[in-house]
């Protein structure tokens, strides 16, 4: 993709509000978009979510991008992804973040796939070299005994943060931020949908073969 700008934020929900990691990476996104003076976006899917463009703007978002539908109301893997995939097309963000968590661990590879880039998950901190505005990945290795950072050539960058990793801003009010509401004009291809809490490792592996 060409011309790629800004940072693009994936926010999950729980019971109508930002999840704890969302306000984190909504923190992690700012900063790294101050850093190459473009916009944070966020992109929240789901149904009955667009109440949630407020609170994302409130926590640093320049831009929210709502995908609202019933079908998109539980995570399902190929909904999901090709949501994701048409989003980030259209916005052509230069960073895209998910965090460590069972929908972003599943939905990061695959988008990444889709869009034709690479994911680095598991990401504990996150920095823009200032002279290429790549982004500099670090995760832990080797079962945490070193660190690694890694570079993408490819755009745009995908990754997953840790929980915890990244400290959320103040929430601001009034907020001011662009709400652009997405109806999907096609069906995404519907799977199952997945637990985002009670899979074990085992069934997460059954599940990552199944929707290969």
């Not at 090709?82 to 259209?90: G, I, L, N, T």
Request: hydrophobic content about 45%; glycine content about 6%.
């Amino acid at each position: 993709m060409a011309d790629n700008k800004g940072v693009m934020i994936l926010i999950e929900t729980i019971d109508g509000k930002l999840t704890n990691i969302a306000q984190e990476l909504l923190g992690a996104g700012r900063k790294l978009a101050n850093d190459l003076t473009e916009e944070l976006s966020a992109l929240v899917v789901g149904s009955g979510v667009a109440n949630i463009a407020g609170e994302a703007i409130a926590f640093g978002a320049d831009k929210v991008y709502i995908v609202d539908a019933p079908l998109l109301k539980d995570y399902r893997t190929d909904a999901y992804v090709s949501v994701v995939d048409k989003v980030v097309k259209q916005a052509n963000p230069r960073i895209l973040l998910m965090g460590q968590t069972t929908i972003g661990r599943d939905l990061a590879p695959r988008a990444a796939c889709r869009m034709a880039t690479g994911a680095i998950l598991d990401c504990i901190a996150l920095e823009i070299e200032a002279s290429t505005k790549q982004l500099l990945m670090t995760k832990p290795v080797y079962g945490g005994n070193a660190r690694a950072i890694y570079t993408m050539e490819t755009l745009p960058q995908v990754a997953t943060v840790r929980a915890k990793a990244m400290t959320a801003l103040a929430r601001t009010a009034p907020a001011k931020g662009r709400l652009l509401l997405l109806m999907p004009d096609w069906t995404p291809p519907l799977s199952k949908p997945m637990s985002c809490r009670k899979l074990s490792r085992k069934q997460r592996v059954l599940n990552w073969k199944m929707h290969r």
